[in-house]
């Protein structure tokens, strides 16, 4: 049971269209994916504070009185672009966290504590407040990445789908919510090394590449118009515009580099089931999205699934136009949920 505990998610994160163009001053198009991420916040009178974050096996407890006596004048900065060296590596010493390493597990404790003790400090904490909330988590992405976009929290905090140009960011409005595949290859890859990559062949070839990266610009408007108009009556032929730029999209990235045979077996083994498919993020492995259809018979997904499953990737089947952040009462949580909570 989860009877007075607070359970509150938040969506993640895929690019629809736009990727490595946006870093070019080009559209793009974020949309919340309908995998969420559960938080359990549960209150103790026990004097201290534990952060259990299951999924990376990390797991630490700090007492409240030794928190409260340190000296944390170094978080009264202002808005700083990111936090300083100086600073994390204060976080680091209260986290206990090795000075030269930085591994994920080490970096969430971080943020949490950049949080939990920057948040703790402020006399008000209004609820409801999404903007704060959003400027929060932006907080604690620049302890991760340093100088992010903006795009993963905003996305995570407002939902829906979002377009980002040039360091701006916008909503759509009321986008429809679309029933995807996320497939994993289970592929690492270098995101710099692949912004790198596409950067140095525009420079090698800019009257080639120049205009692929104007086509997919292209591709993300005319997204964006298309879901405006879903939102009002959504058609079958609209999911047939939706499946035909996700293909030119992805024969586009193939263009500037950025594609890997792991993601071509994925498009062709979805293809073979009358599924579209796409690279999501930074491509040369990674992860690739696939649209479903309303009209699709339960079968042929199911089959796709298996089938990607087959290749040796992960698939899951989601949707993306999720909503935002959310608090949910425990009676209202899937069994699977309510038990991995209730077990933390």
Request: hydrophobic fraction near 40%; glycine fraction near 10%.
């Amino acid at each position: 049971m989860l009877s007075g505990v607070l359970v509150v998610s938040a969506p993640g994160k895929v690019i629809l269209h736009g990727e490595h163009a946006v870093v070019h001053g080009k559209v793009a198009l974020a949309v919340a994916l309908n995998l969420r991420t559960f938080l359990r916040l549960e209150p103790h009178s026990n004097g201290k504070v534990t952060l259990n974050l299951p999924n990376i096996c990390t797991k630490q407890t700090w007492d409240v009185t030794s928190l409260q006596l340190l000296d944390t004048s170094f978080l009264d900065q202002g808005d700083i672009p990111a936090p300083t060296a100086e600073q994390v590596e204060k976080l680091k010493e209260v986290a206990g966290v090795p000075q030269n390493r930085a591994v994920p597990e080490h970096l969430a404790v971080l943020a949490f504590l950049y949080l939990y003790l920057a948040i703790c400090r402020k006399q008000r904490w209004p609820k409801e407040d999404l903007e704060l909330i959003n400027q929060w988590a932006f907080r604690g992405e620049r302890v991760i990445h340093g100088n992010p976009s903006g795009v993963d929290n905003a996305i995570s905090t407002w939902g829906g789908a979002l377009r980002y140009q040039q360091g701006k960011i916008s909503s759509l409005n009321s986008p429809p919510a679309l029933q995807i595949l996320l497939t994993n290859t289970k592929v690492p890859r270098s995101t710099k090394a692949l912004v790198a990559g596409v950067r140095n062949r525009l420079i090698k070839f800019p009257e080639i590449v120049s205009p692929v990266l104007t086509s997919i610009d292209a591709i993300s408007r005319e997204c964006e118009r298309v879901l405006g108009e879903m939102a009002a009556a959504p058609a079958l032929e609209q999911y047939l515009i939706l499946e035909e730029l996700i293909d030119m999209n992805q024969y586009l990235l193939n263009a500037l580099g950025v594609g890997h045979t792991s993601l071509d077996q994925l498009c062709q083994v979805a293809g073979a089931h009358g599924l579209h498919s796409k690279l999501t993020g930074a491509g040369g492995g990674g992860c690739g999205i696939t649209l479903l259809r309303p009209d699709l018979e339960r079968a042929e997904v199911e089959a796709a699934k298996q089938a990607l499953t087959g290749c040796g990737f992960n698939c899951w089947e989601t949707s993306i136009g999720a909503p935002g952040v959310s608090i949910h009462l425990a009676t209202s949580l899937h069994d699977p949920i309510s038990q991995a909570l209730g077990g933390l």
